[in-house]
Nanobody
């Protein structure tokens, strides 16, 4: 399984950005895509995840109502639409994947596949 994240960039506070994650190698829809982020000087934290099998999505409290995770037309693509970005959203964003569902498996050790990060910088 390979993951490729893209879409990061520089955006002003209040702006929007869409990240993409391309996942290759899964042979069924029984897997989940997750987004994590790591801000400068901080530990990596979970942001959102989508279970492809049942379509359920989950968000951390810090992004709920501003971010939306979705599956692309291609079953191997997922997006993270980020709106009303805040300076505190500045971080390297990573997409990750795991077999099965994501509910109940939000911590990093539960995610076996990782893509490279994409940098999101929000200017205040």
């Amino acid at each position: 399984v390979q993951l490729q994240a893209s879409g990061g960039g520089l955006v002003q506070a209040g702006g929007s950005l869409r990240l993409s994650c391309s996942a290759s190698g899964f042979t069924s829809d029984y897997y989940a895509i997750g987004w994590f982020r790591q801000a400068p000087g901080k530990e990596r934290e979970w942001v959102s995840c989508l279970s492809r099998a049942d379509g359920n999505s989950y968000y951390s409290d810090s992004v709920k109502g501003r971010f939306a995770i979705s599956a692309g037309d291609s079953k191997d693509t997922a997006y993270l639409q980020m709106k009303n970005l805040e300076f505190e959203d500045t971080a390297v964003y990573f997409c990750a994947a795991r077999h099965g569902f994501c509910s109940g498996y939000l911590s990093e050790p539960n995610w076996g596949y990782w893509g490279q990060g994409t940098l999101v910088t929000v200017s205040s």
